[in-house]
């Protein structure tokens, strides 16, 4: 079992910059993937980022590839997203997830545990 709480959401303006926190706790694994998706109203949940709980291997959604970056602090258990230059179409539900296998972490049916979501809006 992992739990995951998400926290660190809010409104931002166009071109600023938000960072949202992953509380991770449970049974984790050096292959374990923490991964960020979003969910706009009326789209369906989209990859965001990745990270591997051991190693630090990455993954970015080239939606945000060079604008959000994903980071891990094992010692506090906790996955960051840093999120800059953000835009509208950012505005989203954002959920983090857990899955035992690094090597499939852009697709969302194959985690196991999420996390509630932290609401992001971005406004102009």
């Known amino acids: 079992q992992v739990q995951l709480a998400e926290s660190g959401g809010g409104l931002v303006q166009a071109g600023g910059s938000l960072k949202l926190s992953c509380a991770v706790s449970?049974?984790?694994?050096?292959?374990?993937?923490i991964g960020w998706f979003r969910q706009a109203p009326g789209k369906e949940r989209e990859f965001v980022a990745a990270?591997?709980?051991?190693?630090?291997?990455?993954a970015h959604a080239d939606a945000v590839r060079g604008r959000f970056t994903i980071s891990r602090d094992n010692a506090k258990n906790t996955v960051y997203l840093n999120m800059n230059s953000v835009k509208l179409e950012d505005t989203a539900l954002y959920y983090c997830a857990a899955s035992h296998a690094f090597s499939t972490a852009t697709l969302a049916s194959h985690y196991t545990y999420w996390g509630q979501g932290t609401q992001v809006t971005v406004y102009s």
């Open positions: 449970g049974r984790t694994f050096s292959g374990t993937a």
């Open positions: 990270i591997r709980w051991g190693g630090g291997n990455t």
